[in-house]
């Protein structure tokens, strides 16, 4: 298949097999059609081939058994519709050369030729018209005009009754495809809607023996991943509870050092194990999902109070913009995501601008801007993945635990949210969140 014929072509399953259905049914309807007609003609033809041999013999007779003087009136009685009789000589013409004429003038021939000698020839002008020539037993010529009929008008109903058949062929076709794909197309709806809380809608395990197989995979599938999920959680929120007592052990130790200059350096590596092990577990709980529950809240106070808790902290971050309206959202998660993209911003920039755009088309962006180094473009993607840091030399000023980007994607991708990062003309960083199905 050529890409111009490709791309006429339909992408949807459903469409493609209607497309296909539709017009082999057409074409089958059409065949069949054809081949009807055109027995019907043969069979119309051979059963004229016998009439017109029976009452054309049967007429000659008559006629030639008449007294002269009575024939004439004879002539409209013995007339049909594909022949009637001349007294004459009739018109001369060539041989004959069509078809069915041809099968009209041999059987005529057959009929009534071993008992009168006869001529046959094509009039002029019409191929389907034949005139045969004979005369009768007292020498009076008689000339037979005929005009074989192909076929026979079509009945006004038949033409119904064939497009009502192919309606009749096209809605079954529609109603099979449309069973045949249904299931395709709720394994894909809830396969898009298997976000990282894992509580996608189970399907229906029903239906034709390979739906209702492919249904118990796909359940099974979430069971499992639910349960690899749970269980990786369940190891890191171990791990943390259990490094609790040994940091809090070398705390201990720490505080009793003799050396003032060893036990900053070993206390400000606690404050890193911890910060590590609490953003894991963080890390860990979004991946599984939220428990948090969508409410109608009011985004510009909530803005507002984040900025002043940054502000009180002495640190530079700015607000433009309200949405003026409330929004129905998970507020803690919001809080979350936008607080971890202006610490970066902060970390990285030394300030940050919160821009708020008001809800458009059910959407509304939160957009949070610095004017730090940026990143490279081809590393945008990247600093989502958990544990990845731009900086090679994992500053303990700036490096982080490369999870706060990591947690902020899963977070919005919760909230059926889209985050994104864009580098500045003129330098700095966009994180852009876009809040959707808002209501």
Not at 31 to 59: C, H, K, P
Not at 293 to 303: E, G, K, T, W
Request: glycine fraction near 8%; include cysteine; proline fraction near 5%.
């Amino acid at each position: 298949m050529s890409l111009r014929a490709w791309l006429h072509w339909p992408r949807t399953l459903f469409a493609r097999l209607t497309v296909i259905l539709l017009i082999g049914v057409a074409s089958a309807q059409a065949l069949s059609f054809w081949l009807t007609m055109t027995e019907r003609d043969q069979s119309m033809t051979n059963v004229m081939m016998g009439y017109i041999e029976r009452e054309v013999a049967s007429s000659v007779a008559l006629l030639d058994h008449l007294p002269a003087d009575q024939r004439a009136q004879w002539l409209p009685r013995l007339a049909r519709r594909s022949y009637e009789f001349i007294l004459g000589p009739g018109i001369t013409g060539g041989p004959v050369d069509a078809h069915l004429s041809e099968r009209v003038a041999q059987s005529i021939s057959e009929g009534i030729g071993t008992h009168y000698p006869l001529t046959v020839n094509a009039v002029p002008g019409d191929n389907e018209r034949l005139q045969v020539h004979l005369k009768l037993s007292d020498g009076t010529p008689l000339t037979i005009d005929l005009r074989p009929m192909s076929s026979i008008p079509l009945s006004g109903w038949l033409l119904l009754v064939m497009f009502a058949q192919l309606l009749l062929l096209i809605a079954c076709c529609w109603l099979a495809v449309l069973l045949a794909t249904r299931p395709l197309n709720e394994l894909a709806v809830a396969a898009d809607a298997l976000g990282p809380d894992l509580k996608a809608v189970r399907l229906r395990e029903d239906g034709p023996s390979e739906v209702a197989r492919a249904a118990r995979a796909f359940n099974a599938m979430q069971d499992r991943i639910a349960t690899y999920m749970t269980e990786r959680m369940q190891i890191l929120a171990a791990i943390s509870h259990d490094l609790q007592t040994p940091i809090t052990r070398m705390r201990l130790r720490v505080d009793v050092m003799d050396s003032e200059s060893e036990s900053a350096k070993l206390r400000q590596d606690l404050q890193e194990m911890e910060a590590l092990v609490k953003e894991g577990v963080t890390y860990a709980r979004t991946l599984h999902g939220t428990t948090e529950v969508p409410c109608r809240i009011d985004p510009d106070a909530l803005f507002d109070s984040l900025v002043c808790d940054y502000v009180d902290a002495d640190q530079t971050v700015s607000l433009h913009g309200r949405f003026g309206m409330p929004l129905m959202t998970r507020p803690q998660a919001l809080r979350r995501i936008v607080g971890n993209l202006v610490d970066n911003a902060l970390k990285f920039g030394g300030a940050a601008q919160i821009e708020v755009a008001a809800v458009h088309d059910g959407q509304a962006t939160i957009s949070v801007l610095d004017r730090g180094p940026g990143i490279p473009a081809e590393s945008l993607e990247t600093v989502f993945q958990p544990f990845f840091r731009l900086e090679g030399s994992r500053n303990r000023n700036t490096g982080g635990t490369g999870l706060g980007l990591a947690i902020a994607r899963q977070l919005a991708l919760a909230m059926d949210a889209t985050l994104s990062l864009h580098n500045r003309t003129g330098g700095g960083l966009e994180a852009r969140l876009t809040l959707k199905n808002l209501g």
